[in-house]
């Protein structure tokens, strides 16, 4: 047994009756007892993943390994998962403890009424509906109904916890709380979870690990942080981050990369960060709003268009080429809409990405 | 607000209009059970019985096997409805939840079967029931009607509106197909279910072109088919044909009335959902 690879998929592949090809060849394993978040904007193939795990859905071909053991021709109450589901599915004509007692009354696991509702009474202390019990779901607020789910899922003592955007339909404040107590839960059950989120922020802030897709393939599978750092492609740093990244369109020409009108020497980017030799051509060249600032010695000149306060820092968005971009600078800098500013970049912490979205820099 | 009273006024007497065309045959008919023979022909017709016949009843009794009829027509009626209940319940569910190759195919056909009215098979049907030799039989009156496809979709426009995800959070929590439609559809769908219970067992105490067909003998017949019978049997005693057509329309007048809550409930949510 590899705990290492405790969830382990590879190569599936799933195409839908009409045609449309939801998942293209993806393959990644998920450490046991890992909170693992699948992000990517809506439509990218992350709910037929997680469907696919269940036993919802069967592959078009590839294989699902839970514990080193082949999933693939298993029925979904056999592969010992628990499942919260986006809008809850909780059975509105049963009550809060018969919701949660249901996966123990029900099937070959079935166990005597006083056990079930002992085990069922266990995690709702655990998610702290036991004042609950008797209420019809109706009656109960969004994170109430979020927490039966959850007590649901986790009474049968699955081996792994499948969420499909738990959070999505709570309002904003209560999502920071409940995805702090998800992750606080699921860490104390020790249970191994596969979390999907379209939002990069829930998934930096709960996920140890992150595997984000778009259009059915991963594009990066890593720690938090590298999303942010070291963004694999064009489309992850532009899917990661807030405020969105700065795109600058740039041509190689000899030793120099050329915009519209500011011209970097490669000589001043950091050698070593190069993937490869860089041929002429055109490339985009992405900033970071943070890592493009006002200087006195800035080599672009904008117009600020806007400046939006955020909290603590302020956004100056100016257009350059066209497009709009952006640079964060601190509350107390004094600029304010339709002042001259030249802004400069930190050229080691640029990405330089080929037209169709290989990174090179 | 005088126009508003007037408004209100004007619409409460079409409304009594309406009401009083609709309900006054049934309270003549049982007023007219209650008369002698001169009160139900008489010129001007009398509305309020003299004195109350009560004796009627029992000559209806006397004259035709009315206690037969009932029973007959309370078996026949409740048969039918439990088991194309049962029916319409299981296809309904499996065309909703199961995945199955030709369920497109299977859905069409049944649709297509639903244009095609009763009428027009019904001599195959009795053809087909003769060659059986279920002539003059429960099984022969009941047959036919075991399975409905109209309930079925009633049912499944139902179904289709519970949510998708509830029968694969049922599947996840170790749930069997049996377990979900016990424990989770019908609880869900009670009005549904009842509503078509209730249409189902209404039809069944009404029907009157197919018993009259598979039965001939006195001991087989339902209440309606008993009932024209005995119009002829009873001659001119009209008013032993309006107490004996009181018996038939009561007891379905009396569930309507215990059950329209759940009547119009049902109803209501139908065409809401479309």
Known sequence: ?????????KNLRKVYDNGHEAIKNVSFAVKKGDLVCLLGPSGCGKTTILNILAGLLNPTSGEILFDGKSVVDVEPKDRHIGYVFQNYALYPHMTVLQNVMFPLVVGKNKKPKADAERIAQKYMELTQITELADQKPENLSGGQQQR???????????????????????????????????????????????????????????????????????????????????????????FVGNP???????????????????????????????????????????????????ALDGLLQATVDDVELIGRERVLKF??????????????????????????????????FTPDGERVY | MKRFRIGTIFSYLILFIFAFITVFPFIYMILGGLMNFQETTSIPPTLIPHHFEWGNYAKVFAKAPFARYFFNTVLTASITTVVSLFNSLLGAFAMVNLRFKGKGIIQIVMLSLLMVPGEAII???????????????????????????????????????????????????????????????????????FTVGLLSFISGWNSFLWPLLVTNEDTMRLLNNGLTAFASDAGSETQLQLAA??????????LYFIFRKQIIKGVVRNDLKG
């Open chain 1, 1 to 9: 047994m590899d705990n290492n690879k405790f969830v382990e998929v």
């Open chain 1, 148 to 238: 039966v789910a959850i007590a649901r899922a986790l009474v049968q003592e699955p081996k792994i916890l499948l969420m499909d955007e738990p959070l999505s339909n709570l309002d904003a404040r209560l999502r920071l709380k409940i995805r702090e107590e998800i992750r606080a839960l699921v860490k104390s059950v020790g249970i191994t979870t596969l979390f999907v989120t379209h939002d990069q922020e829930e998934a930096l802030s709960i996920g140890d690990k992150i595997i984000l897709f778009n259009d059915g393939v991963i594009q990066q599978d890593d720690l938090g942080q590298n999303f942010y750092l070291e963004p694999n492609n064009y489309f992850v740093a532009n």
């Open chain 1, 244 to 294: 969105v990244i700065d795109n600058f369109k740039v041509t190689k020409i000899e030793n120099k990369l050329k915009a519209n009108d500011f011209t970097i020497d490669i000589a001043d980017l950091d050698q070593s960060r190069f993937k490869r030799t860089l041929a002429d051509g055109d490339y985009l060249l992405s900033v970071r709003p943070e890592n493009i600032f006002p």
């Open chain 1, 319 to 352: 257009t350059n080429d066209e497009t709009q971009a952006r640079s964060l600078v601190n509350l107390e800098m004094p600029i304010k809409h339709g002042d001259q500013v030249k802004l400069k970049m930190r050229l080691d912490r640029v990405f330089l």
């Open chain 2, 123 to 193: 001599f195959t049907n009795y053809n087909t029931i003769a060659h059986m030799g279920l002539l003059n039989t429960y099984v022969g009156l009941v047959l036919p009607f075991l399975t409905s496809i109209f309930y079925m979709y009633y049912l499944q426009s139902y179904f289709g509106s519970i949510s998708e995800t509830i029968y694969k959070a049922a599947m996840i929590d170790g749930a069997s197909d049996w377990d979900y439609i016990w424990k989770i559809l019908v609880p869900m769908s009670k009005s549904g279910l």
């Open chain 2, 245 to 254: 057509a009181t018996l038939t329309v009561v007891p379905i007048l009396i």
